[in-house]
Every structure is written in structure tokens, then in C-alpha cells.
């Protein structure tokens, strides 16, 4: 039972974190998710969380097999 | 319809070119409008000389899918092209080609302002760039939804 958390762009390089794998029975949302992850690091402002490649908010809440992932403000196009 | 990610260089001409001769537009449309995004040798007063364009793959695959399904749901489209670099990329590289077609030119604009507007602050790519000065790269500003 477990989830994986992926980063992304800046806030990757600035986490020094790729991919995590967290215990389901350790969190109920994302925004636990990214506590548990970062080991509490504070969450820049208007970064984007989304779940299995669908945008949510932090009070989302998560399920065995999820993955997670935390980015800045896209740039493409 | 053609939705596609590419990590090298491409020409949007040759592909439109290629596009239309393989698929019968003709007498069903009045309308085709076309968006290029090409990349820049400067941004914010610097000198770009490079740039990495990230993405988070199948997450972009779902929502350039997406993005051109809400487009085909507002407006009556009959075709369209989505075609999108990623990785290393240089100035004047093609980074976007967007291509409509439609019976008629206020689909045709309001489909492709839509497909664009909607990659920018939906679709998960980050560009890094590369400045000439000092070889220092850097984070572009993302664009956030209105």
C-alpha cells in the first residue's frame, strides 16, 4: 500500500528530489503527501499538485497505487 | 487529428505541408489558422543561446489530448494539429505548431487562441534557458491560469 510522489523543474533541482515512495497509512491528502516527502519542507507558493495526470488541491484526498506530483507554474508552448 | 510530442527539430511547414496533402480537407473546410511558437534569443534583457524544455510526459500526452477535446466539444472543428518540442532546443527552433481547421474563420481563430492559451498554463512543460553571458541557466517564469 503505497503511493509515489514525483517532483518536478525547479522545484525538483531545489528539493534535491526526484521521486518518492510513501506509506499509504502515513497520509490521507496530497498536501500530507508533500509533508511527508519534503520532511516538512514549506511548499512554495502556486505550486500545482496533481494526481494520476489530473490537476487537484492539496486536500485531495489519495489511494494505494496514486501517483502524486508537485510542479511550479508551467512554461510551454 | 495529430497530437504529438518531439524531441528533435522540426519544420511546421513541411509538416502542415505534409499534413494537408495526406488528408482530405479539401471542400469540407474555409478556414485553417495556424500558430508557430518558435523560441527566442532573448528573454527579460538577456541573450538566450540554449534552451531545456522538460515535461512531464504522460501528463502532457492526457492534456494535449484533452485540451483539443474541450476545443472540438466548444467550436466545429473538422481537423487539428497539435505538435510540441521537448529537450534541447535552440533559438529559432519550432517549440509549437498549432493548426486548425474549420468551415468557417471564427471557429477556426477561437479553437487555435483556445489550444494555446490552454497548453500555457495547463499542459506540463518547463523551459530552462541557457544565457550567453555567463552560461548560467535559469527557470522561465510559468504562466498562471487567470
Not at chain 1, 491528502?29 to 519534503?38: C, K, L, M, P, R
Not at chain 2, 474563420?105 to 530552462?128: D, G
Request: include cysteine.
Amino acid at each position: 500500500m503505497a503511493i509515489t510522489a514525483k517532483f518536478f523543474a525547479s522545484l525538483r533541482e531545489s528539493l534535491g528530489l526526484d521521486e518518492s515512495r510513501i506509506a499509504l497509512s502515513e497520509v490521507n491528502t496530497v498536501a500530507e503527501v508533500w509533508d511527508q516527502a519534503t520532511q516538512g519542507a514549506q511548499m512554495p507558493p502556486n505550486t500545482l499538485m496533481a494526481v494520476n495526470m489530473e490537476y487537484v488541491t492539496g486536500d485531495h484526498h489519495v489511494k494505494d497505487g496514486d501517483e502524486v506530483a508537485f510542479f511550479p507554474p508551467v512554461s510551454g508552448g | 487529428m495529430k497530437i504529438e510530442l518531439y524531441a528533435n527539430a522540426f519544420n511546421p511547414w513541411e509538416e502542415l505541408n505534409r499534413y494537408q496533402n495526406t488528408h482530405a480537407l479539401q471542400g469540407r473546410v474555409g478556414a485553417a489558422c495556424v500558430f508557430v511558437g518558435t523560441m527566442r534569443d532573448f528573454n527579460e534583457g538577456d541573450t538566450v543561446s540554449a534552451m531545456y524544455l522538460e515535461h512531464y510526459p504522460e501528463m502532457t500526452s492526457a492534456y494535449l489530448q484533452k485540451i483539443a477535446a474541450e476545443a472540438q466539444q466548444k467550436w466545429p472543428i473538422e481537423d487539428l494539429v497539435m505538435l510540441h518540442r521537448y529537450g534541447q532546443i535552440q533559438p529559432n527552433d519550432t517549440i509549437v505548431l498549432l493548426a486548425v481547421w474549420s468551415a468557417h474563420r471564427e471557429s477556426a481563430f477561437a479553437a487555435c487562441r483556445y489550444l494555446i492559451e490552454e497548453l500555457k498554463t495547463r499542459a506540463p512543460f518547463w523551459k530552462k534557458e541557457t544565457l550567453l553571458a555567463d552560461n548560467s541557466s535559469r527557470w522561465v517564469q510559468g504562466t498562471l491560469k487567470a
